[in-house]
């Protein structure tokens, strides 16, 4: 409906400030010229919305607009709260569970509850990691650096001092995304492999963009090399396959038998203990180097119960 978009135009621009035609048309899935007669219609409303040309023109609401009604209706509630109780069970923090209780209080007993409820249990990497969460937290909103003994994947163990931006879980691990003075580069540090974390008394010596944007170009520069793999697995294991590898299946044969394509980081564990525990029911066929990856660490195995 046109006031639901209307709505939503007013709230998008509010939360992102200058916002071009075109986003603003891929967001609301509706053509520029019916986002340019929403604009007038807005302005009519009394939302004094401005509009500047050029390169990085666009709509912008003034800063001495405010929304004084609610916005927010029940069912936005709960998906509110869905979203804080998903959070709660990963990351036990004093002020996440506040606001929870305060948007508890202003929704009240009444309206829909949940029909979804996320668990994201698995995120407690450790019995110290909500402690971590926190302490580096504090760093941030502190704006504070923070020095840390951190392991790489090849286990030389160097200290760090950075600039800490957020913390985000992604590829099956929690990252603290920083900026290194002495790299002067952004870079993302894995939880698990930091040791003898503290917080110092310096500074940020560096004026950084939002963590949203910075997390976002840092997922478009994926700098972590890939590897293309082909396996044929055995039909009693597709739904573990897929599920654990993911990737896509190229091809199925009479038997039930397929054949499963990877585009996977290199580096990264995960895959290839699954591969590995996949026994004689998964085939690599391609490449060469990861066959005899799998063949020694066969071979390995074989010699720790063999001596």
Sequence with gaps: MKIDRLLGITIFLLNRGKVNARILSEKFEVSQRTI?????DLNLSGIPIVSTYGA??????????????????????????????????????????????KI??????????SNIFLDFGVLREGVDTSKLLNLLDSAISAKKAVSFDYTNADGITRNHEVEPIALTYKWYSWYLLA?????????LYKLVRMANIKVT???????????????????????????????????????????????????EFDDGDFILNLHLPENEHFWFGTILALGNKAEVLKPESL???LCEKAK?????YHE
């Design 179 to 187: 900026f290194s003075n002495y790299k002067k580069d952004y870079r």
């Design 36 to 40: 340019q007669r929403d604009i007038e």
């Design 291 to 293: 066959k005899q990856r």
């Design 56 to 101: 990085n023109g666009g709509y912008e609401i003034l800063d001495t607009f405010k929304m004084e009604r609610q916005a927010a209706c029940d069912s936005d509630y709960t998906f509110i709260l869905t979203a804080l109780k998903g959070l709660l069970t990963a990351y036990d923090n004093p002020k996440v569970k506040a606001v929870f209780e």
């Design 300 to 304: 390995e195995i074989l010699d720790i």
């Design 201 to 251: 008394n310096h500074p940020f010596l560096q004026d950084h963009q939002s963590a949203d944007m910075l997390i976002n170009e840092h997922a478009a520069e994926d700098d972590r090399k890939y590897i293309d793999i082909k396996l044929r697995c055995r039909a009693e294991i597709k739904m573990l396959a897929i599920e654990y590898l993911k990737g896509n299946v190229e091809k």
């Design 104 to 113: 508890l209080s202003v929704r009240g007993n009444g309206g829909n509850s």
